[in-house]
């Protein structure tokens, strides 16, 4: 081995948000910028030396620059072997299952999830642990304490030019490269946990479904799983080949920018099933003909009909959603007799849950379904459940839900994203919302609606005792309804304030009113409330979803 060790100076930033860090690829290719993060985690990971690491990532932009980079540091600083996907990808719960499956010791993972991609757009990186999940909050936080003062990073000398496009095993250094099949561990941890004979037998019988891949990771897995192993019908994944740019696309699995997929499930001659997944596999969308599933629809749906498939028959633990999530999972673990754990946003919560077998699905706002199976939110999975419910109750998307309705009742529920607040701005705006807190408690607002209580969420873990604290402003209202305000921490360009309203409605005669139209008085008093055109200059929304 011919080992460098290279001098470098801090980088501000370099903190790990609710997926890792994210910045535009132009911050990560700075000189030392990725070897000094990299390096924070390899020192902050006590008894890594001789271990396994997994390496993969959504195939955008600088992702095989950043793998080989991270290669040769990995040989320079002990691991004794790295499995890395082939031609460096790895879907985000493909890396979880590996890292589960294998035994591996953590893994890294480059994305920046359904950020957009290209030269101009962004990257990230982000260390997941030995159950296959997110660091957790205090690992990340070491890691940042580890980059402000970081003044070296060793880095292998050969390596340059390592073949990772190839299976197989090579060395490099010490160190064992081995070039693993993307795929395969997913596949048969899918095959494991579905009904593969019965959704056969669906496309069999004439049934058809369109899945959008967004030119991103997510189309290699569903090609061969779908199309492959399911008998759907080539075509049946569209944009199913990853594009370092996304094919200049936004790969976020939402109405607002899956138009082509949207367009083609309207109509009497569309598809009996649609789903789409994100940048690097871990979202979904579910759509049925001239349908919408909300994403909080989606996880009560599943968690309701959890016994109809092989990998949850004999029942659920519990059900965790985050607290943004509406209600609707409630209603469900209350039917089951189970519960419903409502934690902050960011998967790495639900980590602790799923591993003392306090909970077995799991499900966020934001596009994102997860179990057991691995320890991250996961795209492929909720589609393949959804698809197993559809063979096995012969039922379509649409009846599902409205059955659900018909029982539970409806959440009507969006979310506003206000994009690219200035963060002083942004930061002005939460502000004083807080600080008007203790008074809005009891506040008549007009149209049957008063606050009972007003808070800003705070989450102890069932399972460590660890506090979260400032997780989100919540008005509750006293008929059930929610406005919920928090500033995300996925962007990578001043600030996006997400405004989550949910209105329940019990009576089947008015499920089918327009949602905007249904949460018009919670929009309302979110902007009287919080101010968000005064503070943001903003006249509406960027995105409704």
């Given amino acids: 081995m011919s080992i460098q060790t290279v001098p470098t100076r801090p980088f501000p930033g370099q903190r790990p948000g609710t997926s890792g860090l994210r910045k535009k690829v132009a911050v990560f290719q700075q000189p030392h910028y990725l070897e000094n993060f990299v390096q924070a985690v390899f020192d902050t990971l006590p008894g890594h030396e001789g271990q396994t690491l997994v390496l993969g990532g959504d195939g955008r ?3 095989r620059v950043a793998v080989c980079t991270i290669l040769r540091m990995a040989a320079a600083n002990g691991f004794a072997r790295v499995l890395v996907g082939r031609g460096g990808l790895l879907s985000t719960p493909a890396v979880s299952a590996v890292i589960r499956g294998r035994g591996a010791f953590g893994g890294l993972i480059l994305s920046a999830s359904h950020n957009p991609g290209g030269p101009e757009g962004d990257f990230g990186i982000k260390y997941n642990a030995a159950n296959g999940g997110p660091a957790p909050e205090k690992l990340t936080e070491a890691i940042y304490a580890r ?5 070296e990073y060793r880095i292998e000398d050969a390596g340059a030019d390592i073949d990772f496009d190839t299976l197989g095993t090579r060395t490099l250094g010490g160190m064992t490269v081995e070039v693993i099949d993307p795929v395969a561990d997913y596949a048969e941890l899918m095959q494991q946990l579905f009904d593969f004979d019965a959704m056969r037998a669906w496309f069999a019988a004439g049934h058809r479904m369109r899945f959008d891949a967004m030119s991103a990771v997510s189309g290699p897995y569903a090609r061969a799983i779908l ?5 759907a019908p080539a075509g049946t994944v569209i944009n199913g080949e ?4 996304f094919g200049g696309h936004h790969p976020d699995p939402n109405p607002a920018h899956a138009a082509e997929l949207m ?14 997944s994100d940048g690097d596999a871990d979202r979904n969308m579910i759509l049925g003909r001239d349908f919408v599933v909300t994403p909080s629809d989606s996880l009560a749906v599943l968690a309701e009909h959890a016994t109809r498939v092989p990998g949850y028959r004999t029942g659920l633990a519990g059900i965790a959603r985050s607290m943004p999530t509406s209600r609707a999972a409630d209603k469900v673990a209350a039917a089951l007799g189970i519960p419903c754990h409502e934690t902050p946003t960011g998967w790495k919560f639900f980590g602790n849950l ?3 077998g306090q909970a077995t699905l799991c499900g966020e706002e934001s596009y994102g379904t997860g179990s057991n199976h691995v320890r991250e939110k996961d795209g492929l999975w909720a589609v393949l459940f959804w698809l197993n419910l559809l063979a096995t109750t012969g039922r379509s998307v649409e009846d599902l839900v409205r059955a659900h ?6 959440h009507y529920y969006s979310r506003h994203d206000w994009e ?3 963060s002083e701005r942004a930061d002005a705006l939460m502000a004083e919302l807080r600080a008007s807190l203790p008074a809005l408690a009891g506040r008549d607002c007009g149209d049957g609606l008063r606050i009972a209580s007003a808070d800003d969420f705070a989450y102890t873990d069932p399972v460590d005792g660890s506090v979260s604290t400032r997780q989100g402003v919540r008005l509750l209202f006293a008929d059930g309804s929610r406005i919920v305000f928090r500033l995300s921490g996925t962007g990578t360009e001043g600030a996006t304030l997400r405004v989550y309203l949910e209105r329940f409605d019990a009576d089947p005669a008015r499920h089918d009113q327009p949602v905007q139209q249904a949460l018009g008085a919670l929009i309302r008093i979110a902007d009287e409330v919080a101010g968000i055109r005064r503070h943001s200059g903003m006249e509406g929304p960027t995105v409704v979803t």
Avoid: K, V
């Fill in 420 to 422: 690219g607040i200035p």
């Fill in 263 to 276: 367009a083609a499930m309207s109509g009497p001659g569309a598809p009996d099933f649609g789903a789409a």
């Fill in 147 to 151: 980059s402000t003062e970081i003044a």
């Fill in 227 to 231: 199309e492959g192993q399911l008998g």
């Fill in 354 to 356: 799923l591993d003392a």
């Fill in 61 to 63: 932009f600088h992702n």
């Fill in 405 to 410: 309705w018909a029982r539970f009742g409806r």
């Fill in 242 to 245: 990853p594009l370092e740019d």
